[in-house]
């Protein structure tokens, strides 16, 4: 059974620093791994993607301010958060891609970026 484990999350404040870390298992040809984040009342956006080939993105609202990182012999991902603001506050989804274009998602973990 697939599973995608994530920790990391909690509360912090403004101008503080977390680090998500998600661990997938049972997923064969990882292509991409990332992160999205859902913030009360809005839409799921993409946070950071590490592409296959050491490629990476961020959305423009993080860019210069969060680190996407992979360890790829042990399927993890991270997310490392610095200058976090109350605007960053969401729960944090891993997402794993495969080469097959199958998608799996992490079961979230809350980010809390207090003023």
């Known amino acids: 059974q697939v599973q995608l484990v994530e920790s990391g999350g909690g509360l912090v404040q403004a101008g503080g620093s977390l680090r998500l870390s998600c661990e997938a298992s049972r997923i064969f040809s990882i292509s991409a791994m990332g992160w999205y984040r859902q913030a009360p009342g809005k839409q799921r956006e993409l946070v950071a993607v590490s592409a296959s080939g050491g490629r990476t993105h961020y959305a423009d609202s993080v860019k210069g301010r969060f680190t996407i990182s992979r360890e790829n012999a042990k399927n993890t991902v991270y997310l490392q958060m610095n200058s976090l603001q109350p605007e960053d506050t969401a729960v944090y989804y891993c997402?794993?891609?495969?080469?097959?274009?199958?998608?799996?998602w992490g079961q979230g973990t809350q980010v809390t970026v207090s003023s």
């Open positions: 997402n794993v891609a495969d080469y097959n274009d199958r998608q799996y």
